[in-house]
């Protein structure tokens, strides 16, 4: 079997890996920060649409659960009162 890949400062330990954890946090920062500069904020449009999709989305869930809870329970209910009555 191959050997799990480990990150180089646990694997250097003790005073090695102090002295590396700044510079780690600086890039990990530099990273954050190149990343965010992609991200874009949806237009107000864009809110709208997917705000109606996701609560047309419940509704619709909403009802086909309302559906199938209903005839679940009323054939549970017609099988327990058949099973009472012999």
Do not use: C, H
Not at 1 to 28: D, H, Y
Not at 47 to 52: F, G, S
Not at 59 to 74: E, M
């Amino acid at each position: 079997m191959a050997k799990a890949a480990t990150v180089p400062a646990i694997r250097e330990g003790g005073f090695n890996a102090i002295k590396a954890w700044p510079q780690r946090i600086k890039s990990f920062y530099n990273d954050v920060r190149t990343e965010m500069k992609k991200v874009t904020t949806p237009t107000r449009k864009e809110v709208q649409a997917t705000t109606t999709v996701v609560i047309i989305a419940v509704f619709l869930f909403g009802l086909y659960f309302w559906i199938v809870d209903t005839a679940i329970g009323k054939t549970m209910d017609q099988l327990l009162r058949y099973l009472v009555a012999r």
